[in-house]
């Protein structure tokens, strides 16, 4: 292999990109937009969830109890209804969330030191939030029985009894629970991504499609010095574009960075070349952009985005798709980032990941150079 | 007139059919992503991996951990004996959650002091750990109130109950809470937004780039028979793929459809106005496929973060809810997840409806009339 020839295809390849501002622009922007994005507008947190009532009691005990759900920051109490058919239609129309019905007797009930029987009706269209929410009505009617049952004892001519468990809680990592601690640094996986498959896609297909493939073949550069010369300038495009989101990520986001960032450097560009084989890869056996474009896709941007557990928890697939998982590199390389992020592990937990994508990094850059055909099609 | 529409129509078709692996790409994708969502897109929190360290190795701790064993939502996979083992298990990702009970539990709890457990959580998967966390304290507080009813039982009050309140829960639209209810119709949404887009902008701008636009434009074709010509064959694709989704939605995914299927359609027609406005005007803003192509990406992911597709638009800042009254692809799931799942009909939806002409009409005009002037 010789470097000079290795050198000129990758200079050739920075022109390209150089000559074409607003991509480069828009490739230097992408991580931005990305963060911005996920730090400010994704959150799973439910909070405010709007609720209507239909009070059947009116009494105070009954508004007392009302009042502990319109008074909590998780919900909203929009509306009293009349009935259940309007009721119904708030929550058809997703006004509302979430409905609360107290029965008639409801204060004579609790009164009498028995249980009354609330009813509480959901929108269940949004699973997730819905079971949220479901918790979050449990705790507070839990709450409410317990001081109730208490203070019946106490009635009773009895010392009012102590909670025979109290639960300590520590939460460690992410002591706030916030989700951008969570997302961003899942993100810095989601833009070498783009980096390396999306955009590294284009770069064997494009000189096919416009014929000029046909001039490279006929000079004497060898299969693999037009592979790692290609992929060199896009080496760099993602390097860049790492140290772009893991600035923000900690300056804008205030996202802490406990490991060692020169770990994450090095384990990065490991993963970097995966993904830009996989690119390559692509690149060498669509015909056309169009179609490398939707390979990128299929193959490089959706498992990253929803098989590596950047989103949706791996544990919680069923149990062949998390088999299936494990064939895919996004999700070392995610674990790498969140581990090195929030937990500062360091090297000797996350070795295993390691080999695997250097494993898969080397196998990437064989198949790429062994699926392009430098022949006259 | 409608001739050479036609022409232009059945020249698109065949390009696009033509190529096999292309073909397979229209019907691929969708698929995968419909299989992803249907199966991986899962919130919900179950077998959480949990260590219990019981220091008291009572008849009353075997008790509570049988509690969390016996939920489905907490898996015990360790006992450790230490903190510090406890500390490696977190920190290698083998738990989400520790329990430590301490010595002295059991003679606590029955002399009626408080008994105080120590809960580690894993905070990386913020939306996990605060779900278990809710699961936890519901264990606890439910054991608690049992142990207090049991005490007085036994001190002689014998039919001592609690008060307060019941909760009796209706959930409806989707009663188990499946997550898949929530996200097919999606899938359905965003493959009705993305394809057209994409092959409306590449169709477009592989011409330009390989010139034979220019020799589109010296024939008698006016330029809206153009616009049609180049738009309506990629509206059609998008249409097919979007009933062969709701097809494998409902059937094998079983994801009820409980509306008017002519609503959805309705709706749907609506909404190709806006994917098909978007990928012209994309295909005005580029000279190349790859620019093409980046510039999709770029309209693509604000598009699905602020739709609501995944996550809920009500629990984003202020200001960009604000900017999610323009993105259609908010108020076609409106539509689509009505229609799917709460099954109402246009007396409900028309509000969308109405933003969806709107917006698509006005996107598709103007993006005509950029198109009409970059050709000359």
Known sequence: MSPSRTWAIARKEFIHIYRDPRSLGLVILMPALLMLLFGYAVTLDVKKVKMAVLNHDGTQESLSFVHRFSGSPYFDLCRFVQDEKEMRRLIDKGTVKIGLVLPRDFSRTVKAGKKASVQVVLDGSDSNTANIILSYVQAIVREYTQEKTFLKIERMGRKKPAPPLEGRTRIWFNEELESKNYFIPGLVAIIISIIGVLLTGQVLVREWEKGTMELLISTPVRKAELIIGKLFPYFFLGLLDLWLAVLMGRLVFQVPLRGSALLLLVLSCIYLVVALAMGLTISAVAGTQLLANQMAMIIGFLPTFLLSGFTFVISNMPSWLQIITYGIAPRYYVTIVKEIFLKGSDFSFLWRETLVLVGMGLLGLLVAIRSFKKELR | ?376
Do not use: C
């Open chain 2, 1 to 376: 007139m409608f001739k050479r529409v036609r022409f232009l129509f059945v020249k698109e078709l065949i390009q696009v059919l033509r190529d096999k692996r292309l073909r397979i790409t229209l019907i691929f994708p969708p698929i995968f992503q419909l299989i992803v969502f249907g199966y991986a897109a899962n919130l919900d929190v179950k077998n959480i991996t949990t260590a219990i360290r019981d220091m008291d190795q009572s008849l009353d701790s075997r008790d509570l951990t049988a509690r969390f064993r016996s939920s489905k939502y907490f898996k015990i996979v360790s006992h450790p004996q230490t903190p510090k083992e406890i500390e490696a298990l977190i920190k290698k990702g083998e738990i989400t959650i520790s329990l430590e009970i301490p010595s002295g539990f059991s003679k606590k709890l029955k002399k009626g002091d408080t008994a105080a457990l120590q809960i580690i959580v894993d905070g990386t998967e913020s939306n996990t750990a605060m779900i278990a966390l809710g699961y936890v304290s519901r264990i606890l507080s439910e054991y608690s109130t049992e142990m207090i009813v049991k005490r007085l039982n036994r001190e002689g009050m014998k039919d001592f109950e609690e008060a307060g309140v019941e909760l009796e829960h209706r959930v409806w639209f989707n009663p188990n809470l499946e997550s898949r209810y929530f996200y097919v119709p999606g899938v359905i949404a965003t493959i009705a937004f993305l394809l057209p887009m994409i092959l409306t902008a590449q169709a477009i701008v592989r011409e330009r780039e390989m010139g034979t636009l220019e020799q589109i434009m010296v024939t008698p074709i006016r330029s809206w028979e153009l616009v049609l010509g180049k738009t309506l064959p990629f509206a059609l694709i998008g249409f097919i793929d979007v009933v062969m989704i709701a097809l494998i939605g409902v059937f094998w995914f079983e994801v009820p459809l409980r509306g008017n299927p002519l609503v959805l359609l309705l709706g749907s027609l609506l909404f190709l106005m806006s994917s098909l406005g978007i990928g012209l005007f994309i295909s005005t803003i580029s000279s190349t496929q790859q620019q093409a192509q980046i510039s999709t990406f770029f309209f693509m992911n604000p598009a699905f973060i602020l739709s609501g597709f995944a996550f809920p638009l009500e629990n984003m800042p202020q200001w960009l809810q604000y900017l999610t009254y323009v993105n259609p692809l908010r108020y076609f799931l409106v539509i689509i997840r009505g229609t799917f799942l709460k099954g109402v009909g246009l007396d409900i939806l028309w509000p969308e409806m109405l933003a969806l002409s709107v917006l698509g009409g006005l996107m598709i005009t103007l993006s005509s009339m950029r198109f009409r002037k970059r050709l000359k």
